[in-house]
């Protein structure tokens, strides 16, 4: 339980004792705000404490806002102020030397170097009113404003694409304030959207339209409470870590685990479409990798202006081009939707051909958008950004070798040798036959050129582009050689390979964003690299793919063991004390 210390009796006739209690404070009372020090140093160590100005009028959510966010070491609002127990020294600190107001000491923790969450109220009233003609106002304030339709309002995302905002968040934040009401808790519905589209997957793979229409309005479901989880968090304050890793990952898995379902659907009526299930996998993991990317790159970058960028903000200003543009980079909400409809009413080679028709145009948008953004941009690449993109590429030990050896010999562009490698791999992939020497030479010279990529720092206008480049080249040689193969299965063991691969790539994202950096050197060095692994994959095509099904059985032992190894890591670290909160909130919906 978390503990709040009112720095004086309360005024007569406030709630803010039972507000307070109401959000699951303890609530201790000063007898005089020089009691406050001694009242904090009762607290036991690992409790959350708030100190509250006992003439606070003001909205609950105001107070939920400002007392119970669980992402932030310190945070404030109008004559409130809590701590985390990380901040707890500096509190105590801060009480030693300045008076026990909530503003002044948010000042003193600010000074310290804890840094100070100041939540947007909007609306919402949080005020310290000094005599009662001021509190009456505040109060006939407060009286004026519904605090739970802005907390239902404040539980949507600001930017979600338009089939989100008009179709689903009209409803599904009533459901989150269902949910919260009943005791459930975000990760509950996040799990419950994964169960919903693993079952929506396996009713696309009975084969037969009446499963296939059950897919689509399950597929539906699934997404109404993957907008579900994310309200009920914001509504409830209940962020968490495994809640960010949860969401984050989930949302590939149910994915990708329906693209297997109609495959598998397909299959029962004679049309193999893993290719194109397994195409569509790459085209939006590629994707998804030049959005990373670039925002990594930009992250912290100084002089961060272009007149791209300026004309964007400019068409932002005109209602209907935002939406226009919201939509035409298919988000997660329209692509699930077109899947869900196509799933009921056509075939699941006309599923993934809309996909694959779809998420190509999308690319080449936002990539161009993104192209001429960076070279009109006067921006510097800060080594944070350089770093970042670094541990995206995922550069195992042949990789580092090669740019120890030859990085000073071969003074290419980082992109001009990544697209080099990438360009030498796929065409040799395609044109030679499989199993031929030439492909194994081929997946050689790309893990040389991919060395030189990475031998000095990406700080380049254009070097964002080096990981989604290398993704496309590892992604796209396995799905030739399963593809061009023609052993039975094998582009079903490749379609695995890629999402363990997929998952490991991910989760690096994540791990980036949270700032703890990329995932440890063990880690990258055990599963080989992206250069590694593709020479591995054409090695194997050379021994086994002439041998009946042994190319499939080395694709899926392969995939199991990169799955094992990134998974039991993955979670190893999203589950300890050390994992970082991430406040990203995914994809826009």
């Known amino acids: 339980m978390s503990t709040a210390i009112l720095t004086g009796p309360p005024v007569p006739g406030s709630s803010l004792d039972d507000d307070l209690r109401s959000l699951g404070f303890d609530v201790q009372v000063a007898a005089a705000p020089a009691d406050t020090a001694a009242l904090l140093a009762a607290v036991p160590a690992g409790r959350r404490v708030a100190v509250v100005d006992p003439r606070f009028v003001g909205h609950l959510h105001a107070l939920r806002l400002a007392l119970t966010d669980p992402r932030f070491p310190a945070a404030a609002a109008p004559g409130a102020l809590t701590a985390q127990p990380e901040a707890r020294p500096a509190l105590e600190r801060a009480l030693a030397g300045t008076p026990a107001e909530p503003g002044v000491l948010a000042d003193a923790l600010a000074a310290d170097g804890v840094a100070v969450h100041r939540p947007e109220l909007g609306s919402l009233v949080a005020a310290v009113p000094g005599d009662a003609e001021s509190r009456h106002q505040a109060r006939a304030a407060v009286a004026e404003v519904d605090d739970e339709a802005v907390r239902l309002r404040n539980a949507v995302k600001a930017h979600d694409g338009f089939f989100t905002t008009f179709f689903i968040s009209p409803y599904s934040r009533y459901i989150a304030r269902w949910c919260a009401r009943r005791g459930l808790t975000p990760n509950q519905v996040t799990t419950a959207s994964l169960l919903t589209a693993l079952i929506a997957a396996g009713c696309a793979a009975t084969g037969d339209r009446a499963g296939y229409v059950a897919a689509g309005v399950l597929l539906l479901v699934s997404f109404v409470l993957d907008c579900t989880d994310g309200q009920l968090a914001r509504y409830s304050l209940q962020y968490s870590t495994m809640g960010a890793w949860l969401d984050a990952t989930f949302d590939r898995a149910k994915e990708y685990s329906f693209y297997a379902g109609l495959a598998l659907g397909a299959a029962r009526s004679g049309d193999d479409v893993w290719t194109l299930a397994l195409g569509a996998m790459v085209l939006m993991t590629c994707r998804h990798v030049v959005d990373f990317s670039f925002n990594e790159a930009n992250h912290d970058a100084a002089a961060n202006t272009s007149p ?17 543009r919201r939509m035409i980079v298919l988000p997660i909400g329209e692509r699930w939707a077109m899947i869900a409809v ?15 028709v779809g998420c190509a145009l999308a690319a080449c948008y936002t990539t161009a958008g993104r192209v001429l953004r960076s070279v009109t941009r006067k921006a510097r690449r800060t080594d944070r950004a350089a770093r970042a993109l670094y541990d ?3 550069s195992g030990p042949l990789a580092e070798l090669a740019a120890r050896l030859l990085g000073r010999r071969l003074p290419l562009p980082p992109l001009v040798s990544a697209v080099l490698g990438a360009a030498l791999l796929i065409a040799v992939a395609w044109t030679q036959p499989v199993g031929s020497g030439w492909t194994i030479a081929a997946a050689g010279g790309y893990a040389l050129l991919a060395g030189c990529a990475v031998a000095r720092p990406l700080k380049g206008s254009l070097d964002w582009m080096v990981p989604p480049v290398l993704r496309a080249a590892e992604y796209g040689v396995v799905l030739l050689l399963a593809a061009r193969s023609g052993v039975p299965h094998a582009v079903p063991a490749a379609f695995g390979l890629v999402a363990a691969v997929a998952y490991h ?13 990329a995932p440890p050197a063990w880690l990258v060095r055990t599963v080989g690299g992206h250069e590694g692994r593709t020479l591995l994959v054409t090695v194997l095509a050379a021994l086994t793919a002439t041998a009946g099904d042994d190319f499939t059985t080395a694709l899926a032992a392969l995939a199991a063991a990169v799955a094992l190894v990134v998974v039991v890591e993955s979670v190893r670290f999203w589950v300890s004390s050390g994992a970082p909160a ?8």
């Open 582 to 589: 991430v406040h990203d909130e995914g994809e826009t919906a």
């Open 342 to 356: 196509l799933t009921a009413v056509t075939t699941p080679r006309t599923v993934f051909w809309a996909l694959i």
């Open 392 to 394: 995206l590429t995922d």
């Open 505 to 517: 790539h991910y989760d690096t994202v994540y791990r980036i964003r949270g700032g703890t950096g």
């Open 308 to 324: 791209t960028a300026a004309l964007s903000d400019k068409l932002d200003s005109v209602g209907w081009t935002v939406w226009a």
